[in-house]
């Protein structure tokens, strides 16, 4: 059973700090937790890492926040795009009951404040209004966390959380309601969903219900405690050994770079094949954020598609271009040097 902790929060920052360099899965400058602790639990999630007690014995509801939001928004870009998608669902049960989510969005709806809310949640339906007339000013976007399309694997990996199927349906009424929506196949976990049967079986149901990109990431196994829990996980799914990841991790916490570079490629192979973007496309933010943050996004998309494609230096290149031009320390000469010059000149209104 969770619990919940209403509370009070003091006079402090909100939002994380402004990014020293911009997302390029969630395009944000910034992050936030609505709630701290998640009800949902998923063994596989980050949010275990950060927390001394359980990630879901208890959900501290914070109701005081959406009024120190707004205070804070006042010193925050509107160029600026903030992501809801930290260690915590914003529409995990506790939402039914506090309605902070709703509250927050009512603050980016007057501020018109851009966003993006990563969420498992059929409750984000309630407040499709809201993010129409956040899109409609600036930009919303709504992602769903989706590992795999096997019912049975679904429920051993996150077993409180909507089944596929609706998490899908969900997707399909905010699309419908005009909102851009994208997958997240995160994490991708070795033996378990990075088989291209179920990567070909997602990306088939993504492309099926018309989302507009997916993005991908890896299992991240930081510390002890977490690989206890991985192993449990993976025992639940298929009763693998406690030292089947040795080959994959080899110590570290992130499978080895060439699994992740053979993964990659495969992956990208598929969304290509299925019509997937397997970033946010431009056109979703195009004019709708800082020139800069538009400009840096464009170089580091297009690093990860020169890195998967063996050009290594293009893919240095751009991502160094990246944090210049997000820096706002880039000069038009530098960025002659990108195949992307006459583009990033016109969301830059650079002279020649």
Not at 86 to 104: G, H, K, N
Not at 112 to 131: A, F, M, N, Y
Request: proline share 7%.
């Amino acid at each position: 059973m969770t619990y919940y902790l209403p509370e009070n929060l003091p006079s402090g920052p909100i939002l994380s700090s402004r990014r020293p360099t911009i997302n390029e899965f969630f395009l944000s400058s910034y992050t936030m937790n609505i709630y701290l602790g998640c009800e949902m639990g998923c063994p596989y999630c980050d949010g275990w890492v950060y927390s001394s007690r359980p990630l879901n014995e208890t959900v501290r509801v914070p109701l005081n926040l959406p009024q120190l939001l707004a205070e804070e928004l006042q010193t925050v870009s509107r160029g600026d795009l903030i992501a809801i998608t930290a260690l915590s669902d914003p529409y995990q049960p506790a939402e039914q009951s506090y309605r902070i989510t709703r509250q927050v969005l009512q603050v980016l709806a007057d501020a018109g404040q851009p966003c993006l809310i990563l969420t498992k949640g059929l409750g984000v339906l309630e407040d499709i209004p809201l993010l129409q007339r956040i899109n409609e000013q600036s930009l919303a976007i709504v992602m769903t966390t989706l590992l795999t399309m096997d019912r049975y694997a679904a429920e051993r990996l996150e077993s409180k959380s909507p089944a596929p199927a609706l998490r899908l349906e969900m997707l399909t009424a905010l699309k419908r309601a005009g909102i851009p929506v994208g997958v997240a196949m995160v994490p991708v976990i070795p033996y378990v969903n990075d088989t291209n049967t179920a990567s070909r079986a997602l990306f088939r149901a993504c492309a099926e219900v018309g989302v507009d990109f997916v993005i991908w990431d890896y299992l991240h196994v930081p510390n002890e405690r977490h690989r206890m829990r991985v192993d449990e996980m993976l025992i639940r799914v298929a009763a693998y050994p406690s030292n089947f990841y040795r080959d994959v991790f080899q110590g570290q916490p992130l499978p080895t770079a060439n699994y992740r570079a053979e993964r990659d490629a495969e992956l990208l192979v598929r969304c290509d094949g299925f019509g997937l973007d397997p970033r946010v496309p431009h056109r979703l933010f195009a004019g709708r954020l800082d020139p800069k943050n538009e400009a840096a996004l464009l170089l580091k998309h297009t690093a990860f598609r020169d890195t998967i494609n063996g050009r290594a230096h293009m893919a240095a290149l751009h991502r160094d271009l990246a944090e210049r031009v997000y820096g706002g320390e880039v000069r038009a000469e530098q960025l002659r040097l990108s195949p992307l010059w006459l583009t990033l000149k016109q969301v830059l209104t650079m002279e020649e």
